[in-house]
């Protein structure tokens, strides 16, 4: 029960960003701290998984059948109130940060804010950034690893080779597009109703899920590379059981008919990396 608010009320999520930033300092090099772009990352993760459930919510309450919505229909008042309080946390948090997080933050913002309010208007039909066809997928990695690689980057008490943080985003690049994948698969018939063009209705679903294998296993082989140049093979470990549990989630059949499959066991898999990233720090 407790697992399930958890995950419904996106708190799951923001703590899957929370803890993917941590392990950002680790393979960084640093000491694991608490910075307030923390708190940022934490409230503009819930803020902006709330709204882009509540928007389509509040204009079509009564015609959404789509099981998405299950939990919120049940739990209407509640939902309204994490809104509200996503809201106010994660404006707090703006207000108290650094101007250099905020000059970065600003594109991410933008294209996340897109992501889920119309931005111009196309044959008498507004048009959201995750409508335009076969985008999506690379907008949410995009927004995912710029978030949480590089706040921790320019917020740190030093500067890194360019190299480095290029590898680092590539790296969380692919891992995110993979775990993202599957859920374009899941809302192929809806996206097919709204018109809306994905990888999966271009590859059809079992390529989908090939693909998003593939994007794993180009995730680990840079990985491998990176840290291995860096001299820093023991990360290599949780690193390598990540992208070895999150491809046996990706490739069980019978895990994919489990109801949490998506926003429990995928979303999972970037708690389970931080995780185990952070705990290697923190046995040092």
């Known amino acids: 029960m407790i697992l399930k608010f958890f995950i419904h009320s996106n708190l799951f999520i923001a703590f899957a960003a929370l803890l993917l930033t941590l392990s950002t300092q680790v393979l960084l090099g ?7 772009y ?16 509540f928007i ?3 204009k079509y309450r009564n015609r959404i059948i789509d099981h998405k919505y299950d939990w919120v229909k049940r739990n209407t008042s509640l939902f309204h109130f994490l809104v509200l309080v996503s809201a106010i946390g994660f404006l707090i948090a703006i207000y108290f940060a650094q101007k250099e997080v905020l000059l970065v933050l600003t594109p991410i913002a933008v294209i996340t ?27 949410i990695a995009t927004v995912w690893s710029s978030a949480t690689i590089l706040l921790p980057v320019i917020h740190a008490p030093i500067k890194f080779a360019s190299g480095n943080v290029y590898l680092m985003l590539l790296e969380r690049f692919f891992f ?11 809302d ?14 271009l590859l059809k679903p079992t390529q989908s899920y090939q693909l998003a294998i593939l ?4 995730f680990w082989l840079v990985s491998v590379l990176h840290y291995t140049i860096l001299n820093n093979q023991f990360i290599l470990i949780p690193i390598s059981l990540s992208a070895i549990s999150t491809i046996y989630f990706l490739s069980s059949r019978k895990i994919r008919q489990h109801t949490l499959y998506h926003y429990g066991i995928l979303d999972g898999t970037m708690i389970i990396q931080g995780l185990m990233i952070v705990l290697v720090q923190l046995c040092k």
Not at 177 to 183: E, H, N, R, S, V
């Open 30 to 36: 640093l000491k694991l701290e608490f910075h307030p």
């Open 188 to 201: 192929m018939q809806t996206d097919q109703q709204l018109g809306l063009k994905t990888l999966p209705h």
């Open 215 to 218: 994007c794993m296993v180009i």
């Open 38 to 53: 923390l708190f940022i990352i934490f409230f503009a993760t819930f803020f902006e998984y709330n709204l882009h459930r």
């Open 113 to 139: 804010f897109f992501y889920s309010i119309p931005l111009f208007k196309s044959k008498n039909r507004w048009v959201r950034l995750r409508d335009i066809p076969y985008l999506k997928l690379f907008l």
């Open 56 to 58: 389509p919510f509040f």
């Open 176 to 186: 995110i597009l993979a775990i993202t994948i599957p859920f374009d698969i899941r």
